[in-house]
């Protein structure tokens, strides 16, 4: 069930109400001497937060991909291919001719 923010039009109080989805929304103003209309807030609601193991892409692996990644550190896969040697202005010289 969530929670609902209202704002009386009247006396600017500001209170939050649990109730259901299915519940009529409120129309007066809960202060005892305020006889105002209240406005239901659009709200941005809760946030989720994950916390925990089984979030992640890796937590659902099979136990030789968990125990190949531990074997190699964790660190992500390198790449086996070599870096290009950078070209020196000899070289450029000579292939422009």
């Known amino acids: 069930m969530p929670n609902y923010d209202y704002e009386?039009?009247?006396c600017g109080k500001r209170f939050?109400?649990?109730?259901?989805?299915n519940d009529p929304k409120?129309?007066?103003c809960p202060q005892e001497q305020c006889d105002g209309e209240v406005k239901r807030l659009?709200?941005?609601?809760?946030g989720?937060?994950?916390?925990?193991?089984?979030?992640?892409?890796?937590d659902y692996r099979s136990s030789s991909y968990?125990?190949?990644?531990k074997a190699d550190?964790?660190?992500p896969a390198k790449s086996e291919a070599?870096?290009?040697?950078?070209?020196?202005?000899a070289a450029a010289a000579k292939s422009g001719d």
């Open 82 to 89: 070599p870096a290009a040697a950078p070209a020196t202005p």
């Open 16 to 21: 939050e109400v649990f109730q259901s989805m």
């Open 26 to 28: 409120l129309t007066d």
């Open 73 to 75: 550190g964790g660190s």
């Open 8 to 10: 009386c039009r009247k």
């Open 42 to 46: 659009l709200g941005t609601g809760g």
């Open 48 to 58: 989720i937060i994950f916390k925990g193991s089984g979030f992640y892409q890796t």
């Open 66 to 69: 968990q125990a190949g990644a």
